[in-house]
């Protein structure tokens, strides 16, 4: 399973290039599109609020890119109110904000343990910065969630026979 934060937003990008992790500066769909083009197949995750209104921004276009996923979420939600995280192809809908819209890091956190989780190997995880925009979440704060979850794989796995000079 391969991850990439993708945003706009140059001091977010900026910081996740400083702690190393794997980032893309651009628009989340555009990068979507080159990765298909090389026979890479990139998941989604949403950034929504807890009645997945898809107002704007990243989940507005979700809904005029992946209206399927959408339509079945919808049914979903109206079936289950409260529910999610959950993948649906190749979207994974999940809550990152309050009601209010401010930015909800638990829900954040949560979102991207279940984004990680709900991805196979072969597949690429995209995320923007979640809650770093309407939602008012400070980018170091929200680059420290994603360092956490993303890095904690590579400190465990143990060096490759004959890497570190072996």
């Not at 001091?11 to 298909?36: C, M, P, Q, S, V």
């Not at 807890?50 to 990243?58: A, D, V």
């Not at 939602?135 to 060096?159: A, C, H, M, N």
Request: aromatic content about 8%.
């Amino acid at each position: 399973m391969n991850y990439l934060l993708v945003d706009k937003n140059e001091k977010l990008i900026a910081l996740a290039e400083e702690r190393g992790l794997n980032y893309e500066f651009g628009d989340i769909f555009e990068i979507a599109e080159l990765l298909e083009e090389r026979g890479e197949h990139p998941v989604i995750c949403s950034a929504s609020n807890p009645k997945y209104t898809f107002g704007g921004g990243l989940d507005a276009e979700i809904v005029r890119r992946y209206p399927l996923e959408c339509k079945n979420m919808q049914q979903e939600v109206a079936a289950r109110p409260n529910v999610g995280p959950f993948r649906i192809g190749d979207v994974i809908f999940c809550v990152t904000v309050k009601e209010d819209l401010s930015a909800d890091p638990y829900g954040i956190d949560s979102a991207l343990q279940y984004a990680k989780n709900a991805v196979e190997e072969d597949e690429t995880l995209l995320f923007t910065g979640m809650g770093c925009g309407i939602g008012g979440l400070d980018p170091k704060k929200f680059v420290g969630i994603v360092e956490r979850i993303f890095k904690e794989k590579v400190e465990k796995d143990p060096p490759e026979p004959g890497e570190n000079g072996e």
